[in-house]
């Protein structure tokens, strides 16, 4: 039967290399991240990887279109409410 102290010290051993443990954001694999030269990838091979998907724009974010329309005649709002107020501003 193992003592509690014992069953502390495994559960530290287990836990730490869980901790240690990363998944490679391009294959997946999961390796150990202290000795690892590639951070954040398992390989020099994943990170060339990586650099190719961000040159040939495989990564995207996602940006919400703008109607140019729309800020044009918001534009022409704003500079009549501006001139509205240099001339009341000068009391005409």
């Keep these: 039967m193992l003592k509690k102290c014992e069953i502390r010290e495994a ?3 287990l ?3 869980i901790i240690m443990k990363m998944k490679c954001p391009v294959c997946g694999k999961l390796f150990d991240a202290e ?3 590639w951070m954040p990838f398992c ?3 994943c990170k060339i990887i990586d ?3 961000w040159v040939h724009e495989k990564y995207s974010i996602k940006v919400e ?3 140019e329309e729309i800020n044009i005649n918001e534009e022409d709002k704003d500079d009549k409410i501006d001139s509205l107020w240099r001339n009341r ?3 005409q």
Excluded: A, R
């Design 15 to 17: 836990l730490g290399e």
């Design 89 to 91: 501003k000068n009391g």
């Design 51 to 53: 650099l190719w998907n």
């Design 65 to 67: 279109e703008i109607d």
């Design 11 to 13: 559960l530290k051993i």
């Design 35 to 37: 000795n690892n030269q």
């Design 43 to 45: 390989s020099k091979n």
